[in-house]
């Protein structure tokens, strides 16, 4: 069974601090981790990928496979960045993708 | 493009009643899934239809049913409801089969179902 663990469900920062969301995953196969992030009030959309291996927003996140981790970070937080945060998994490819599995979640708060 | 739209947005229901949630994906995709997203809790993967079909399904019970149409809009419906059913229900669409690197999946805003 596949299964996404977070295991911060708060975590506050103070702005210009650096902040790392956690995120281990189980997963017999070839996974596909994602971090998808839900401002206040708007949808849940997608953050980053891991095949993407881009910065968005200065967040990065790095898989590894050997301690089957994604965490997300930024070096300097900002306020806009608070938000609740989700990691995700899907296996690559095929019909299978589509179907999430999702992690509870982080919210983060930066402070001023 | 107005992306995955969803209604209603909010509703009340009995217990036992029954409810039909609708969804309608992002332009030029043909692939959606529902997920269920109860209170303090990420959210859970129900079904996915593709080409009118249910593909894949989580881990939920009978109660939960769903449907694609030819324009690859769809319906989540849940009968018999008990008290644990409310949630927010989320839809998702994608574009099957296309390259990972190139293929994101889109959520709707969703639709907030308390059952009373």
């Known amino acids: 069974a596949q299964r996404v663990t977070q295991p911060e469900k708060l975590l506050s920062v103070f702005k210009g601090a650096p902040v790392e969301l956690k995120c281990n995953y189980s997963?017999?196969?070839?996974?596909?981790l994602f971090w998808y992030v839900q401002y206040s009030r708007q949808r849940l959309q997608l953050l980053l990928r891991?095949?993407s291996r881009e910065s968005i927003k200065g967040f990065t996140a790095d898989l590894n496979k050997g301690e089957t981790s994604f965490h997300l970070k930024k070096p300097f937080a900002q306020e806009e960045d608070s938000a609740m945060y989700y990691c995700?998994?899907?296996?690559?490819?095929?019909?299978?993708?589509?179907?999430?599995?999702f992690g509870q979640g982080t919210i983060l708060t930066v402070h001023p | 493009d107005a992306g995955v739209t969803q209604s209603p947005t909010h509703l009340i229901k009995t217990r036992g009643q029954q409810v039909t949630l609708r969804c309608s994906p992002k332009?030029?995709?043909?692939?959606v899934s529902w997920y269920q997203q109860a209170l303090g809790q990420g959210p859970q993967f129900i079904f996915q239809?593709?080409?009118?079909?249910?593909?894949q399904r989580g881990n939920f019970p009978d109660r939960f049913s769903g449907h694609q149409f030819p324009n690859y809009s769809s319906e989540l419906n849940v009968n018999a409801l008990l008290l644990g059913d409310s949630a927010l229900y989320l839809c998702?669409?994608?574009?099957?089969?296309?390259?990972?690197?190139?293929?994101?999946?889109?959520f709707g805003e969703g639709s907030w179902l308390t059952v009373v």
């Open positions: 998702a669409s994608s574009l099957l089969g296309q390259p990972s690197s190139g293929n994101t999946i889109y």
């Open positions: 997963y017999s196969g070839s996974p596909e």
């Open positions: 891991h095949i």
């Open positions: 995700a998994l899907s296996r690559q490819g095929g019909t299978s993708y589509g179907k999430l599995t």
């Open positions: 332009s030029g995709h043909d692939t």
């Open positions: 239809y593709y080409e009118e079909e249910e593909r």
